[in-house]
Nanobody
Framework: QVQLVESGGGLVQAGGSLRLSCAAS????????MDWYRQAPGKQRELVAI???????NYADSVKGRFTISRDNAKNTVYLQMNSLKPVDTAVYYC????????????????WGQGTQVTVSS
C-alpha cells in the first residue's frame, strides 16, 4: 500500500513564495518519476512539473523560471518551490508518482495525493 501526502499549501500575496512537499510512504521499491499537477475551479487538471528518477525536469510554460521541482530520494519526497506567485497560480496542487512497490513487481504503478490548496491574493 502506497500513500502520497502533500503539504505546504496556504494563502500568500502575489509575488510571494511557497514550498510544497509530497512524501511517499508505504511499500516502495523504486520511484520512476514524480509530478506536480494543479486544478483551478472550473478548469481541467494540468501538468505543472516533472522530475524523473535520473533527475531530469520539465515545466509547463506558465511556470518556467518561477517554479522549481526537486526531490530527496532518501525521504521519497518531491518538492515544488514556487516563487513570484501570481493570482492565476491559485489552485489545488496534486502530486503524482509512478513507482514499483516491490522488486517482484515488474510494472510501474501510479498514485495520486489528496491535494493541497494554494491561494494567491492580489
Amino acid at each position: 500500500q502506497v500513500q502520497l501526502v502533500e503539504s505546504g499549501g496556504g494563502l500568500v500575496q502575489a509575488g510571494g513564495s511557497l514550498r510544497l512537499s509530497c512524501a511517499a510512504s508505504g511499500s516502495i521499491f523504486s520511484i520512476n518519476r514524480m509530478d506536480w499537477y494543479r486544478q483551478a475551479p472550473g478548469k481541467q487538471r494540468e501538468l505543472v512539473a516533472i522530475i524523473t528518477s535520473g533527475g531530469s525536469t520539465n515545466y509547463a510554460d506558465s511556470v518556467k523560471g518561477r517554479f522549481t521541482i526537486s526531490r530527496d530520494n532518501a525521504k521519497n519526497t518531491v518538492y515544488l518551490q514556487m516563487n513570484s506567485l501570481k493570482p492565476v497560480d491559485t489552485a489545488v496542487y496534486y502530486c503524482y508518482a509512478v513507482l514499483r512497490p516491490s522488486p517482484s513487481v515488474t510494472t510501474f504503478r501510479n498514485y495520486w495525493g489528496q491535494g493541497t490548496q494554494v491561494t494567491v491574493s492580489s
